[in-house]
């Protein structure tokens, strides 16, 4: 069931070719060791080699009747190896744990496992697998089946008048819409037909609607129609995220701060730079450790032709808070591209960037973010 973990970390290959002396290279941790660390501090340093280690130790020992704390266990357990960018090892452990899951007799205990007992996470990344494999159709396909599959049991609880399964249900086809939406507009990327990828915005768009109406009436979350409409900026459509964020702006209840994120964003879409640097300075100054903010001021500045200040911004961020900042994957992109954008000692500072990530990140970080070649 369980493949062994390969003790390789991509930034340390990134350390012997860049760093000499090898004693300014910082020691990185690649043995999975967990017995003298806690979940939370675990979780925090994104240790996923031990998560997973430890999963799989526990997995060994547990109670094979505790179903839930067994599923619990391989929920943790794929999520962390996920999170490595172990993908066939992942796809491997997860295709095997659900061959044994379907082997499951008579017929009414596997229904029973796979509706009351299974996480609904290892449903969704069990889809993850056609993904993984290449083949985002399949993809699609798999994650709509988990949609209708929300969508029914969302209509059973408010049958029985179950508002709290009702809820979570509901909840979750709101999350399947997303991811759909989501890989759709990825998918759009990624064509170069252009009939095909004009059509796939479309459809992301008519998916996202409905759920404005699924709640019987009642007003859907200000974060679901902040996601939503974010969805179709990033389509292209702006009039139609306008007014999804038109309508957030005009809830009480809504946090201020995403309030101006929402705006900002727009701004950005539609080249008016000066307003957006204008609302992410503001953002930056109410809230200082709002690292999106951040990120997005340094890219406002940059089109602004305030390439000198857009370094100073993340440089600033990165000295402040370097253990969040580094596991950020645009923001070292983004540091990493206005290093080299600024002078010739891009190297240098980017040398000293990767010092500063495998000194504070743990494990997980996609190393092309730095733009450093490994080979």
């Given at each position: 069931?369980?493949?062994?973990?390969?003790?390789?970390?991509?930034?340390?290959?990134?350390?012997?070719?860049?760093?000499?002396?090898?004693?300014?290279?910082?020691?990185?941790?690649?043995?999975?060791?967990?017995?003298?660390?806690?979940?939370?501090?675990?979780?925090?340093?994104?240790?996923?080699?031990?998560?997973?280690?430890?999963?799989?130790?526990?997995?060994?020992?547990?109670?094979?009747?505790?179903?839930?704390?067994?599923?619990?266990?391989?929920?943790?357990?794929?999520?962390?190896?996920?999170?490595?960018?172990?993908?066939?090892?992942?796809?491997?452990?997860?295709?095997?744990?659900?061959?044994?899951?379907?082997?499951?007799?008579?017929?009414?205990?596997?229904?029973?496992?796979?509706?009351?007992?299974?996480?609904?996470?290892?449903?969704?990344?069990?889809?993850?697998?056609?993904?993984?494999?290449?083949?985002?159709?399949?993809?699609?396909?798999?994650?709509?089946?988990?949609?209708?599959?929300?969508?029914?049991?969302?209509?059973?609880?408010?049958?029985?008048?179950?508002?709290?399964?009702?809820?979570?249900?509901?909840?979750?086809?709101?999350?399947?819409?997303?991811?759909?939406?989501?890989?759709?507009?990825e998918m759009k990327a990624c064509m170069s037909f252009y009939i095909y990828s004009e059509l796939i915005p479309l459809s992301a768009t008519k998916l996202l609607e409905p759920l404005f109406a699924q709640r019987t009436g009642q007003q859907p979350s200000f974060a679901i129609r902040s996601a939503v409409g974010r969805i179709y900026l990033q389509s292209?459509?702006?009039?139609?995220?306008?007014?999804?964020?038109?309508?957030?702006?005009?809830?009480?209840?809504?946090?201020?701060?995403?309030?101006?994120?929402?705006?900002?964003?727009?701004?950005?879409?539609?080249?008016?730079?000066?307003?957006?640097?204008?609302l992410l300075r503001a953002l930056v100054q109410a809230e200082p450790d709002n690292f999106v903010a951040i990120n997005n001021l340094s890219v406002a500045l940059l089109s602004q032709g305030k390439l000198k200040e857009g370094i100073e911004v993340l440089e600033a961020a990165l000295h402040s808070s370097p253990s969040t900042v580094v596991v950020a994957?645009?923001?070292?992109?983004?540091?990493?591209?206005?290093?080299?954008?600024?002078?010739?000692?891009?190297?240098?500072?980017?040398?000293?960037?990767?010092?500063?990530?495998?000194?504070?990140?743990?494990?997980?970080?996609?190393?092309?973010?730095?733009?450093?070649?490994?080979?």
């Amino acid at each position: 069931m369980f493949l062994p973990i390969p003790n390789t970390d991509p930034l340390n290959i990134l350390l012997t070719k860049y760093v000499s002396p090898p004693e300014r290279r910082p020691v990185r941790d690649v043995t999975g060791e967990w017995h003298d660390s806690d979940f939370h501090s675990m979780v925090m340093t994104n240790s996923w080699r031990a998560l997973a280690r430890m999963a799989r130790d526990r997995l060994v020992t547990c109670n094979p009747e505790d179903l839930i704390r067994v599923l619990d266990l391989w929920s943790l357990r794929l999520s962390s190896l996920a999170r490595l960018r172990l993908y066939n090892q992942t796809s491997a452990e997860c295709t095997n744990l659900f061959a044994v899951l379907n082997a499951t007799e008579p017929p009414s205990a596997r229904a029973y496992l796979f509706d009351r007992i299974l996480p609904f996470e290892l449903e969704v990344m069990h889809a993850r697998l056609k993904y993984w494999a290449g083949d985002p159709m399949g993809y699609l396909d798999v994650l709509y089946a988990l949609l209708k599959k929300c969508k029914l049991q969302a209509k059973n609880s408010k049958a029985e008048g179950d508002e709290s399964s009702l809820s979570m249900w509901l909840e979750r086809a709101a999350r399947m819409c997303l991811i759909i939406a989501s890989q759709m507009i990825e998918m759009k990327a990624c064509m170069s037909f252009y009939i095909y990828s004009e059509l796939i915005p479309l459809s992301a768009t008519k998916l996202l609607e409905p759920l404005f109406a699924q709640r019987t009436g009642q007003q859907p979350s200000f974060a679901i129609r902040s996601a939503v409409g974010r969805i179709y900026l990033q389509s292209g459509y702006l009039t139609q995220a306008a007014a999804h964020f038109a309508a957030v702006e005009g809830d009480a209840s809504v946090p201020q701060t995403l309030k101006d994120m929402n705006a900002a964003l727009l701004a950005c879409a539609k080249g008016n730079w000066p307003r957006a640097d204008e609302l992410l300075r503001a953002l930056v100054q109410a809230e200082p450790d709002n690292f999106v903010a951040i990120n997005n001021l340094s890219v406002a500045l940059l089109s602004q032709g305030k390439l000198k200040e857009g370094i100073e911004v993340l440089e600033a961020a990165l000295h402040s808070s370097p253990s969040t900042v580094v596991v950020a994957e645009p923001y070292l992109f983004n540091l990493s591209t206005l290093y080299e954008l600024h002078s010739a000692t891009a190297a240098e500072k980017k040398r000293d960037l990767l010092i500063e990530v495998a000194k504070w990140s743990g494990d997980g970080l996609k190393i092309t973010c730095l733009k450093m070649p490994s080979t």
